[in-house]
């Protein structure tokens, strides 16, 4: 009890290399696998396996080896899988790789991906990386229009490269009522992420009650509470007087 049972698989003799390799493809046990089929055995997996979960775990595992052709393999394959779900697991496979051909397989799909149910995934990843080229690609998809959850993560992603940030952009999105309010939030939450001296009026602004609709001023409270630490010292406190009135705020999310 406490500690870890550590499990040694024994050698395997094959008549030829293995084309893919499962262990416990049902998942019907409960364990944590180091394991290193080798890239063949991975690319051949990504799209051959029958379950979603195997094709989840092989793009997670080729992009940890930070080999770009393992990387390139789980980009070229993106649109041609068949099921939303794993596209937002390999996008987040993506985002974690925090490589220059992890981002540049990012920006490629960006640019042209339009499944709303992906799409918003894919977007929310170019934040976790800060590049001139994020700033352009997502600007650009902002003019051409995006659906409500992928409008949010764009702003989202745009906000997260601080002094790169359109902050005017970004202010403007925060005033445009829209459906459920998602890019709104995405362009608050933005403002915050943007780290900029300029995003504290705006953000106290929109946290005051009737500026804007009570689901959209919570995340107003979230990008000003992201904001604040990275303040002057003399513009902190005005930031944080206004969250402090906000602990009074009738609506009990806000």
């Known amino acids: 009890a406490g500690g ?31 394991w290193e089929p080798g ?8 799209v051959q396996a029958d379950d979603v979960r195997g ?32 596209r937002c697991e390999w996008a987040d496979a993506l985002g974690d790789a925090q490589t220059g051909v992890a981002l540049d397989g990012l920006l490629t799909l960006a640019a ?3 499944d709303p149910l992906s799409l918003a995934a894919l977007l929310r990843q170019l934040g976790r990386y800060r590049d001139a080229r994020i700033v ?25 490269q601080r002094a790169l940030a359109p902050s005017d952009t970004l202010t ?13 939030r995405g362009a608050l939450r933005g403002l915050g992420k943007s780290h900029q001296r300029s995003a504290r009026e ?11 609709h009570d689901l959209v001023r919570v995340a107003a409270a979230e990008g000003l509470g992201e904001l604040t630490p990275h303040l002057e010292r003399h513009e902190q406190a005005p930031a944080k007087e206004a969250l402090e009135d906000a602990l009074r705020d009738p609506h009990a999310r806000v």
């Open 112 to 114: 042209t991906h339009t």
């Open 172 to 184: 403007t999105h925060a005033h445009v009522p829209g459906h459920g309010g998602f890019a709104q």
């Open 202 to 212: 705006p953000l106290q602004e929109a946290l005051r009650p009737g500026v804007l």
């Open 55 to 86: 094709r989840i775990l092989a793009a997670h595992a080729l992009v940890k080896t930070g080999h770009a052709r393992d990387t390139q393999a789980v980009v070229a394959a993106f649109e041609a899988e068949p099921f939303w779900g794993v």
């Open 4 to 34: 870890d049972l550590r499990l040694q698989f024994d050698t395997l003799p094959l008549d030829a290399p293995a084309t893919r390799v499962r262990i416990d493809p049902a998942f019907t046990a409960l364990f944590e696998l180091e």
């Open 39 to 46: 890239a063949p055995a991975l690319q051949a997996q990504l």
């Open 136 to 160: 352009a690609c997502l600007t650009a998809r902002l003019r051409e229009g995006l659906p409500p959850r992928a409008h949010e993560a764009a702003l989202d992603a745009l906000g997260a």
